[in-house]
């Protein structure tokens, strides 16, 4: 397998050569019309911008986003930041070994020790009902649910992002059960928690990575809520479980943005719909956060941040 | 079967006797804490305000609107308008017959040539797999698309609400096909235009004489847009439809209300998808001031409408 | 002490003598324009209609809504509900000693455990600085915070609502603390969900009984949010805290409403003030939830809650 | 008159010299601060870009945006798409023929046989005053009628757009008549589309090709709306008709955007002006399907579309 | 002329007869039936209950409402507060003469005074073009201008409201023009003011007395604000004035509710649009609070005010 | 103290040298990726283009926006406008003397007759406290209110912004207390116009010349509203005010923007409150209208203005 250096652990000067994520490529104009490639290369670990200056439309170009190339240059220095002029770059072919891991951002967890977790908490649903359905549909799909990212960008947008959040909402959904007691349907709010984000194993398109790259046809007519409750409905029909488990179920996912103005088919009308809407919020707020304190140093505020549509303060 | 003189023809100091709807029915309570009955009786032409003054818990109550009652009584007048004064009240006994066409308030149409009408252009669907589901789920629920009203009271709040409205969309969905041409794909929206309320059918709780009393707990876990998604999933996958129709025929139904905050789903993102919801707001509208007009005289306004937050005049 | 028959322990035709809450009262006009006073009783337990038939002006009127009354009367039944035939009503005399704590709706939590717990928690915050502020304050207003409602109506608007809420948010900001690690200030977390509410001790004005009768004047012009900042500010002055905790301490108060619209004076841009905005409303709600459930049978939906702006389904 | 090759002809290594529209122009610097022009050519059946690198500031610049020009060059090939390097590039001079046909997107349209329907749904107007006032306007400004584009850009943006839409409008406003019958006012309802959007003559300024440049200063101040109720109310007074339907004429005029936040001047009160408004709302929204339907292949999906606010799918 | 006692100088026990306002009417049913007429008068100083307890329907009835009414009976106290028992009430017979102004609500002002003051501002506008047409105009409806208010009731719902409005707006435009000279057109601004609600003389029907009884049927499909603009173009037209000052001054009227949300056909996009808007919010405020001041004492709060939708304090 | 030739005087082929202020800096890439410098000058008359084509990190680069720089270089010309290309660039040293009035855009007043006649309406204040309050707090920080711009952009965003702002306000605070007499309190209303954006001296970071660069950590946290009535409450403590006169002053300061969503902490709910909100309002809007009208030149509408979201007409 290629030798790969890891793009944090470059130096002005170092030669490169290896395989490396090309997240983005845009064909500029220079001096004269003349043109040249501006892309951004990506690995596990760091991303850094890279230029092409000798370039014809024959090669790699924007199309390519999102596959592996293999590129040769020399590590150069341009505003303070460090820059790759390009020798050569061509897609990867396919008989080429890669480790994909190494080229792939990904979620910052021990995913086997997380999943595992997961399992266990599945497997301490008291209802039988709710414990098979969740059981049935996390074994059928667990390679993807451990695997896919929960986004495009906006938060968990890395391989693993969907089993992460997922396991910090049902850490939450089990607290709360505990916390309030027998008001709240621990059985239905693991199951719901569990599956809310199912849909989105179809709602996007992803790269040979595994990272999103788009949403898909049936993601945009139907929206990944929908998707999601339509795979409740044939489980439960599988398994026979009792037709107003399934519509709580349905409800559950149906509703989990909370307004419709944020998606919600369905407004929100049980306890524990209520709650799953605001401890998905609690997750995605937190990696938002985490996220930009990653690029903000402390006492520094970040620049605005689209999906909160404000700044944020990475406080002492 | 007993004798029932319709409401809209009784005069001062008619005796009453016979069974009319139960519209409304309050327990009131008069000087020094004397309780008696207010009710609003219905039947198929018109209504009556009435009054029962000797009044004990035992009869007729508040729980038995939307019920049959038998009435004995005297036509009066107070301030202006004819008033029941009843003498006597209890509910229909089941063992009774009566003429529930007379007593049930239903669309001013002829219901079988409406439905023939329906089924004509169901039958000129281009398209094999939208026609054979149309027909199939047509056929399968066609007792409950002719009589069930397409909503509690906002618009088509009677029997045969549903045909009524439904037909007038077809007329509308076909003639936009023949205005617009090929750009539109006439098969998909005659079968999403047929098919856009069907949820309603389970939406609602219904009373004996077929009038919406209530949402069902279905209704308001998933709304009838999910639930008339969920049921043309199932018809094409039992017609072996190709998933891409299917897909289709259900963005049309989760999207028809428009926009997030009125109810859709998801936004509509087709021509077809469109144009469904704007004719289906074209005809609950013109049914909201048809209905109006038979109230406000010509040359003056209406009262504040609720659904469309304003006064509506009726113009000479 | 006076006799006091709890109101959930009445049946018809018991003969009534002691002290309850007079949770409202208003004056009609009954036949010939005979005036009643029509009221409602309450006490820990429970409430009741209460009507007094012989009554002049000269007795208990509207304005002693939220006082404690002495009443004589009988049990009488109307409409299915029990209702209090009041034959004497007077005001508590100061002299009189009664049992306020029987007549007063009051959190379901042991006061003393709960306010234990809370003082565990303070003591645990590991940041000397936040630690001493919160102690501080607490101390100071030990026995408000005990025994103050959180809000007049929408939710924990009893005896002991402000301890009830707080600790419940306390334990969610100590779980949440351990579930994400050092990217959550644990300590200002956790003296902000102490101190958000305390500004209400000020923004209401409390009836005898301590129940929040209406806002207080520095109540409308600051709102509970300002006046808890200043009151931070201030204890933060005392105490020499550095002024940057202090800052972060108040922004977390000032914000915690989340939206402008819903009152925070700044949109929240820490971590900690976003958790303290989410802990905040799933505490609410699940309070709303719980209130509804009082009296929402299981399998019905309830009326619209106002603060939710929707029915509440109280599923099996 | 000089010979056009249509830019939708043209191949690589043509020499080009003719007319053509200038769609818009920008000054660019190039290296070392040397500058060019970057523009777009038009022409009625398509666009292609160009560049003249050898530019000085005393020939055309972005002032003659909309404009004829006359340009001499060389077509060639950049990154996958055409684009015309210019040699030389000046105005048309005022004594130059050209044929405006051929240079001007315009209707897709046979607009000889549109506006004789036009005409003929007019003159089928039943009321003789409404008759009279839609006879009057469109005589007097048939030219404008026949020849303005009906927006700058988001829907029937090119010469004789507001031609095709009315004249689809009047189709669907016929339509709905025949459908519901008597409670339409066919004869306000038809002369109100023919001038619903009339006051846009006077709201636009035009470029010599007839294509809008820019709102005019009366368009800004007033909005089309009211300047075409203006021209209503003139006319109307000239042919002496009852000041009640001058008035319900210039209602659905005011009102024809439906929501004030869209600008409509009044909220529509009327079945017509009701009907109008979603008549103009299908109208546009075909129209731009079927523009985004002309660049987006079979199976995709469009980039978002501004005035849809969402992307659109073209389905197979 | 019949003798009037001002309704705020009668005592319990007085004997009254004469004419006054009949602000209000509802038939209503008391013990076993029987109606009984539950009405409001008003004379220009205040209000006061009244109960007709012997009542046919065929005396006055609701429909009444805004007419002048001969009334005698007896003054009582009920709640603490006066009540008019009336013995007999009949509508004032055309020919009987009643001294109208005591008979209505007026503004607290020298109408001759302030009418005075405004033809002052009138003829001190420097442009002649300006001070023409709001000379012509002020003329030919000087009558209208003087005395019918400037609402229904939210604010100046009184006679003389619009000159009181008016004349408090012009004075701020005056000194506004002078605090930013020059590049505020003074002339522009105070003819705008000063026309700028001229359209409400058509939009209201008023009742004899020459208060607001409704919006008129033009008022309902135009708008004041249309209506107003349309006076101004014909009166421009008909002095000559050249057409841009007319437009400005249209766009002055058309804009002066500053949002479309708020009913402005158009939005203020000049200087002198916008300022006038502000002035206009301004005077209006200022009247909601003096006339909530009237009625909430010093150091309280009043109830929710609709159109502010807040609380008002009425500090010390 | 080195020469300083104004901007607004330079011609092309101008030899120059001296400070300006360096408004903004971007390091642009050129041909072959070699690197320049673009560049904006700004003097207290006005603003220049500028580029340094021979750039190396090593010197001036975008972080030294705001500050002052020594360039030497040569007037240029570049599509219509002058243009100065540097020869040389270097921050100023601190042992440097430099005008800086002469470098800094400052409001266009005579800052000393204006405090003048600020501190003239101040000693005008009736009331003891407010007098007293307004007074202290004035002499404290009346360097910062002489010399801080109102704002970062939108309005007064000069040296001396805040004064000119300030000043406008209090005129037409003390007038409109002038025109409607006692119901306003003049005392509270100047004392909260001049206090109003006091807070702004701690919500902005400064440049060396006094301009706004950013908001401030407190800025951020608290916003100017908060910060500004902390101060107020510490004062009026100091002085022993009353707490009611403290409260309503805190209240006018919190509210004055009018609507949470444009930032108030709370609502306005006094007289005084409203009226402080609607002149800033009035005087923000003139301010942007008279910047936008040095930009426009008569006859034409300006480009979008973020602060108000559409054009601005400059009418002849």
Known sequence: MEQHTPLNQLRVNDEVQGFYLLKSAYAKTNKNGKPFLSA?????GGSMDAKLWEYDNSTVGEQDAGRIVYVT?????????????INALRLRRPEEPVDLAALTPSAPIDADAVLARVWQLVE?????DYRAIATMMLQRREQDFRSIPAAKSVHHGFVGGLLMHTANMLEQADFLSRLYGPIINRSLLLAGTLLHDFGKMKEFSFSELGLVTEYSTEGQLLGHLVIGA???AAAARKLGIPEEKSLLLRHLILSHHGEPEFGAAVVPVCMESELLHLIDKIDSRVEIYRKAFEEVPVGAFSSR???LEHRVYHHP
């Open 40 to 44: 951004v290369l990506e690995d596990a």
């Open 124 to 128: 301490s649903i008291e209802d039988a």
């Open 73 to 85: 240059g020399t590590v150069t220095e341009f505003m303070g930041a460090l820059q790759l002029r």
């Open 305 to 307: 941040i689209f999906a």
């Open 230 to 232: 339509e795979w409740v």
